[in-house]
């Protein structure tokens, strides 16, 4: 049983506006709240290395190559600083890739739509880690320390990824008028994916008061959508796109845009497993999961033969 | 041929290698055999490209046809690349890629150890900016051959299988031809023989450090100075040209 007088002073701590680090006393639904996090948020940055991992052998010039490979290689940096955040939590980075593996744990639902042109490479940076941002940037007021710290710097990487997503775009949206369809149609089919995989509306997913109370929560997924949408819509106007969404509106009393429906059986689809690369992205990882174990063992029975002949030496 | 087309062909010699190899490094993005190594690969595929980028653009302006680097690279057809013909070679498993690196990142770490001190600035520049980098991925490369030489059977027999096939490509780096002739008096490139003892010696040291053997098989595979690849470049080509080919004359 968890000692009441233990769980006063954990809420008192974060009330007052301070962090919780790994050797804390922190209650058990705590603990596993942000493992769930952040292991998911890990496994989105390495399953999001996929569809833009895609289009790296393709990049039409040399210096578009050099960045999307600069932002792969931050998005795995970004995995291995979230599972080592992770760790302080007391869970291995193998056993949270066996929940991976086996379909227990998730990942973004966004990663699971296949990358088609050029163009979804400039969608995802303005759109997919413009989310994120949104996201992020409220995680990083988060009460636990190690996830908050890493958010901090995470989010500075991704401004970076946004920007040069919105320049592939704006480049795109002002190039030939091929170049523009495919810009616009890189914005049709990513939009919705990316208004949703900033969770399910308030309605359907109901804030727990404590989550909120331990900051692990602290905004709802609604305010977060809403201000990535009035972020965004002028952007895409700004440079000639349109967002796919015909009841989009720009509301002056509100100071908000107020959008169409949102197709949630969608997002719940893929979500369960069905969406267009669900088995794709898995079975990609599996795969090299199990043609890397040779490797791994070998690296292991290495510095094994290496600890011992410094033993005996 | 004069002194500019030879320093044009040395020129794209140099950054074809780099990109080729890049390209190829660039493939194993997310399938890694652990996560520190897709990020390494990625980082190390990065480092060429940029390195490409350098050499291509200053062929470019030492052809004087108006060429830039994306011109040289995505509108040259096969016959016209002159990478070495061991950075075309398929990634194969995680070993045959080690091998790989390490045979061409050993034979790139003495090459522009020498380049460093080529009388052409900029090849100077290009090498001294390179070499720092070199340095880290050779070291990648061989902390790999030791590992998986002396690892498991299993590591050791794959290991010794990409090298096996690897070693035909070997030879070639160190041919020289009319440009290294003209360019080695000029003081822009160096005499390749001393690039190879430094080589010999150090691949020999790892090898038999990770346990392994040195391949037996004497057949030299060469042709990458005339354009003579094997049929893996093609269709690398073709996917990394094809999107720049696609909209003639785009901004991208």
């Known amino acids: 049983m968890e000692d009441a007088k233990q769980l006063v002073a954990f809420e008192a701590k974060i009330a007052a506006g301070q962090k919780i680090e790994p050797k804390d006393w922190m209650p058990e639904a705590y603990r596993k709240q942000l493992i769930r996090m952040m292991s998911q948020h890990a496994h989105s940055e390495i399953v999001g290395m996929l569809p833009e991992g895609n289009w790296i052998t393709r990049a039409p010039n040399l210096r578009r190559k050099a960045?999307?490979?600069?932002?792969?290689?931050?998005?795995?940096?970004?995995?291995?600083?979230?599972?080592?955040?992770?760790?302080?939590?007391?869970?291995?980075?193998?056993?949270?890739?066996?929940?991976?593996?086996?379909?227990?744990?998730?990942?973004?639902?966004?990663?699971?739509?296949?990358?088609?042109?050029?163009?979804?490479?400039?969608?995802?940076?303005?759109?997919?880690?413009?989310?994120?941002i949104m996201n992020q940037t409220v995680l990083a007021r988060g009460s636990y320390g190690p996830y908050s710290r890493a958010m901090v710097r995470?989010?500075?990487?991704?401004?970076?990824?946004?920007?040069?997503?919105?320049?592939?775009?704006?480049?795109?949206?002002?190039?030939?008028?091929?170049?523009?369809a495919m810009a616009q149609d890189?914005?049709?089919?990513?939009?919705?994916?990316?208004?949703?995989?900033?969770?399910?509306?308030?309605?359907?997913?109901p804030n727990s008061d404590q989550l909120m109370r331990w900051k692990v929560k602290l905004e709802s997924n609604d305010a977060i959508r809403e201000r990535f949408i009035d972020r965004t819509v002028p952007q895409a106007e700004f440079i000639g796109l349109k967002v796919p969404d015909k009841d989009m509106k720009f509301n002056e009393k509100t100071g908000h845009y107020t959008h169409g429906e949102i197709n949630w059986d969608e997002f719940f689809e893929v979500i369960k497993g069905n969406g267009p690369c669900n088995?794709?992205?898995?079975?990609?990882?599996?795969?090299?999961?199990?043609?890397?174990?040779?490797?791994?063992?070998?690296?292991?029975?290495?510095?094994?033969?290496?600890?011992?002949e410094r033993e005996i030496a | 041929m004069n002194i500019q087309e030879a320093k044009f062909q040395y020129l794209l010699r140099l950054g074809d290698s780099s990109l080729i190899i890049g390209h190829r490094l660039s493939e194993w993005c997310g399938h890694g055999p652990i996560l520190e190594e897709d990020i390494a690969l990625i980082n190390i595929a990065l480092d060429f490209v940029g390195n490409a980028t350098s050499l291509l653009a200053y062929a470019g302006q030492t052809e004087g046809k108006g060429r830039d680097e994306d011109a040289l690279a995505y509108l040259r057809d096969e016959r016209e690349f002159r990478n070495l013909l061991i950075t075309e070679q398929p990634n194969g498993d995680f070993a045959s890629t080690m091998a790989r690196q390490f045979l061409f990142d050993t034979y790139m770490f003495f090459l522009y150890e020498e380049l460093k001190n080529s009388k052409d600035e900029t090849v100077a520049a290009i090498a001294v900016k390179s070499h720092k980098e070199i340095t880290y991925h050779l070291r990648h490369a061989t902390e790999w051959m030791l590992r998986l030489g002396d690892g498991t059977t299993e590591s050791h027999e794959r290991l010794q299988s990409g090298l096996n096939d690897l070693w035909m490509f070997t030879s070639e780096m160190f041919d020289m031809d009319e440009v290294d002739a003209m360019l080695i008096k000029e003081g822009f490139a160096p005499d390749l023989n001393k690039v190879k003892t430094a080589w010999e010696k150090r691949v020999k040291e790892v090898i038999a450090e990770a346990t392994l053997q040195i391949p037996t098989s004497t057949f030299k595979q060469k042709g990458s100075k005339?354009?003579?690849?094997?049929?893996?470049?093609?269709?690398?080509?073709?996917?990394?040209?094809?999107?720049?080919?696609?909209?003639?004359?785009a901004k991208w």
């Open chain 1, 154 to 180: 995470i989010c500075k990487e991704e401004s970076f990824h946004n920007r040069q997503g919105y320049e592939i775009m704006m480049t795109l949206a002002q190039g030939t008028p091929e170049q523009k």
């Open chain 2, 226 to 249: 005339e354009g003579k690849h094997t049929e893996y470049l093609g269709f690398l080509l073709a996917e990394m040209q094809y999107v720049h080919r696609e909209y003639p004359g």
């Open chain 1, 186 to 205: 890189a914005l049709n089919r990513w939009w919705w994916p990316a208004v949703m995989m900033l969770g399910p509306s308030d309605d359907k997913s």
């Open chain 1, 279 to 308: 088995a794709k992205r898995l079975k990609d990882r599996v795969e090299a999961d199990k043609k890397g174990r040779w490797v791994r063992e070998a690296a292991t029975a290495y510095a094994a033969k290496q600890a011992k």
């Open chain 1, 67 to 132: 960045i999307l490979l600069a932002k792969v290689q931050d998005e795995g940096g970004h995995g291995l600083y979230l599972y080592s955040a992770a760790e302080t939590l007391g869970v291995d980075r193998t056993e949270l890739l066996s929940q991976l593996h086996t379909g227990k744990a998730k990942y973004s639902s966004i990663f699971n739509y296949p990358t088609l042109s050029w163009a979804d490479i400039g969608a995802i940076g303005w759109l997919v880690d413009g989310a994120a």
